[in-house]
């Protein structure tokens, strides 16, 4: 090995690799989203195609999914820690928005107004979620081990295209139907005078939060078409151009 080759890799900003530990932490977080959204994507297949109507008018889709949803949808927090802390390679604040959008969906829209758990976007928020998550944590997981098919590949860069539109879509719907009650029922929010002489209305913040998906979304759609370039290429179906990190 020559000199060049010996000072370039023993550069102090070189990349190391993960502990075992690491990796197998990683492999068990990732491993783990896939099967709860799988399940998940089971649940909407079985509520909407095998059930039939009589179940449908027993529960809701909330009522059937609540628990998957909740525990699945928020772990998604620990991947901001993830790449806080360095473990992967993720930006941190790219990876807060995505995370904080839906865990604001499922806990500040869903949880938190009747409106929102029968709203229309529901269903259509869910399906885009569970099949993109499925996707994603799955070629994490692969990547972990070292063992990504192209189509893993292929599905990761290029299926957000569609999805990615389609889950806003579904989250916008949740808040609209959220915000008409929040309008009309004074519902989380503060008013004057109190103790605090402070006031919060939930009307305007879920307004907020709306309206912030205008900057926010097209950014995070063009990273990933960026990232898509960088991986695929920008063909349709070429190989990566380099080995998937």
């Given at each position: 090995m020559s000199a060049k080759a010996v000072s370039k890799s023993s550069k102090p900003g070189a990349s190391k690799e993960p502990s075992a530990v690491t990796k197998l932490y990683l492999f068990a977080y990732n491993a783990g989203q896939v099967v709860g959204w799988s399940y998940i994507l089971w649940q909407?297949?079985?509520?909407?195609?095998?059930?039939?109507?009589?179940?449908?008018?027993?529960?809701?889709?909330?009522?059937?999914?609540?628990?998957?949803?909740i525990i699945f949808q928020n772990a998604a927090f620990v991947e901001i820690l993830?790449?806080?802390?360095?473990?992967?390679?993720?930006?941190?604040?790219?990876?807060?928005?995505?995370v904080f959008s839906r865990m604001m969906v499922v806990v500040g829209v869903v949880m938190a107004t009747p409106t929102g758990k029968v709203s229309p976007g529901l269903p259509i928020a869910l399906l885009a979620w569970a099949i993109t998550e499925?996707?994603?944590?799955?070629?994490?997981?692969?990547?972990?081990?070292?063992?990504?098919?192209?189509?893993?590949?292929f599905l990761r860069y290029t299926t957000f295209i569609v999805?990615?539109?389609?889950?806003?879509?579904?989250?916008?719907?949740?808040?609209?139907?959220?915000?008409?009650?929040?309008?009309?029922?004074?519902?989380?929010?503060?008013?004057?005078?109190?103790?605090?002489?402070?006031?919060?209305?939930?009307f305007g913040f879920l307004w907020i939060v709306?309206?912030?998906?205008?900057?926010?979304?097209?950014?995070?759609?063009?990273?990933?078409?960026?990232?898509?370039r960088k991986i695929l290429g920008g063909g349709a179906s070429g190989s990566p151009k380099k080995k998937a990190n």
């Amino acid at each position: 090995m020559s000199a060049k080759a010996v000072s370039k890799s023993s550069k102090p900003g070189a990349s190391k690799e993960p502990s075992a530990v690491t990796k197998l932490y990683l492999f068990a977080y990732n491993a783990g989203q896939v099967v709860g959204w799988s399940y998940i994507l089971w649940q909407l297949v079985n509520y909407y195609i095998l059930q039939g109507p009589e179940f449908r008018a027993q529960v809701t889709l909330w009522e059937y999914t609540r628990l998957a949803v909740i525990i699945f949808q928020n772990a998604a927090f620990v991947e901001i820690l993830n790449a806080s802390f360095g473990l992967v390679k993720s930006n941190p604040v790219v990876t807060g928005f995505q995370v904080f959008s839906r865990m604001m969906v499922v806990v500040g829209v869903v949880m938190a107004t009747p409106t929102g758990k029968v709203s229309p976007g529901l269903p259509i928020a869910l399906l885009a979620w569970a099949i993109t998550e499925i996707i994603r944590y799955g070629y994490y997981a692969l990547n972990i081990v070292k063992v990504v098919p192209h189509f893993v590949v292929f599905l990761r860069y290029t299926t957000f295209i569609v999805l990615y539109p389609i889950g806003v879509t579904g989250e916008l719907l949740c808040f609209w139907w959220a915000q008409s009650y929040a309008r009309e029922n004074s519902v989380w929010s503060v008013v004057m005078p109190n103790k605090w002489n402070a006031t919060f209305s939930y009307f305007g913040f879920l307004w907020i939060v709306m309206l912030g998906y205008i900057p926010i979304f097209p950014q995070l759609y063009l990273h990933m078409f960026a990232q898509r370039r960088k991986i695929l290429g920008g063909g349709a179906s070429g190989s990566p151009k380099k080995k998937a990190n």
